[in-house]
């Protein structure tokens, strides 16, 4: 057993991605439960019903089963960056809502009825232009540094990226391709991502990070 939060989290999931961010540049240790979401463990579902990733069980019991709020627990424990220092609820609340909705769309069109996701493509590319405005002037959205906003948005366009890099890649979009593949060449993001086996109960805990 352990006295520390335990985190259920899926490697490729983008809110898992930027919650395991936060606790990795915070230090603060936890009990790490890679899940497959075809295949969730009843003891996640049974502290979340609503069965997505990541979430948090903090000692006293206490459930934390949004990304942002797992990323502000963590940074309040300790935030030795300075990344609450620029949260841009705007710009996250943008990403989580019409971007993400747009890149959904984009990268499965069939599970929503779609012959192809072009149009939706367009949209989420205008979004990423507004960012690329913000990147000409400084090297990070929070200025200087990566901060809370560049990791709250870092794993979707990522995943906007990947869908068609050669595509994306001859984007005029520069300073925000700068700005990705910086975050994607990080140490930090290298950490995150380590591959862990499927936890069922009885496995030997992995401490992370």
Same mark, same amino acid.
């Given at each position: 057993?352990?006295?520390?939060?335990?985190?259920?989290?899926? #490697? #490729?999931?983008?809110?898992?991605? !930027?919650? !395991?961010?936060?606790?990795?540049?915070?230090?603060?240790?936890?009990?790490?439960?890679?899940?497959?979401?075809?295949?969730?463990?009843?003891?996640?579902?049974?502290?979340?019903?609503?069965?997505?990733?990541?979430?948090?069980?903090? +000692?006293?019991?206490?459930?934390?089963?949004?990304?942002?709020? %797992?990323?502000?627990?963590?940074?309040?424990?300790? *935030?030795?960056?300075?990344?609450?220092?620029?949260?841009? @609820?705007?710009? %996250?609340?943008?990403?989580?809502?019409?971007?993400?909705?747009?890149? *959904? !769309?984009?990268?499965?069109?069939?599970?929503?009825?779609?012959? *192809?996701?072009?149009?939706?493509?367009?949209?989420?590319?205008?979004?990423?232009?507004?960012?690329?405005? %913000?990147?000409?002037? $400084?090297?990070?959205?929070?200025?200087?540094?990566?901060?809370?906003?560049? %990791?709250?948005?870092?794993?979707?366009? #990522?995943?906007? @990226?990947?869908?068609?890099?050669?595509?994306? *890649?001859?984007?005029?979009?520069?300073?925000? $391709?700068?700005?990705?593949?910086?975050?994607?060449?990080?140490?930090?993001? +290298?950490?995150?991502?380590? #591959?862990?086996?499927?936890?069922?109960?009885?496995?030997?805990?992995?401490?992370?990070?």
């Amino acid at each position: 057993m352990t006295d520390r939060p335990i985190l259920y989290s899926f #490697r #490729r999931c983008p809110y898992a991605m !930027r919650a !395991r961010m936060a606790i990795a540049v915070s230090k603060v240790q936890v009990e790490l439960r890679e899940v497959v979401l075809r295949d969730k463990p009843p003891e996640m579902v049974a502290v979340s019903p609503k069965g997505t990733v990541p979430v948090l069980v903090v +000692g006293d019991g206490h459930v934390v089963d949004e990304s942002l709020d %797992i990323m502000r627990w963590a940074l309040a424990q300790n *935030d030795p960056e300075n990344w609450l220092a620029h949260e841009d @609820a705007g710009m %996250i609340a943008a990403n989580d809502g019409p971007f993400k909705h747009a890149l *959904d !769309r984009y990268k499965y069109p069939h599970r929503y009825g779609l012959a *192809d996701g072009l149009e939706h493509r367009e949209a989420a590319r205008e979004h990423l232009s507004g960012m690329n405005e %913000i990147l000409a002037t $400084q090297p990070y959205l929070g200025g200087a540094q990566p901060a809370f906003t560049d %990791i709250a948005l870092f794993p979707f366009v #990522r995943q906007f @990226a990947a869908t068609d890099p050669i595509w994306f *890649d001859a984007l005029p979009l520069s300073a925000l $391709q700068a700005w990705l593949n910086g975050l994607l060449a990080s140490d930090l993001f +290298g950490h995150i991502m380590t #591959r862990y086996p499927k936890w069922t109960s009885g496995d030997e805990i992995i401490h992370f990070p």
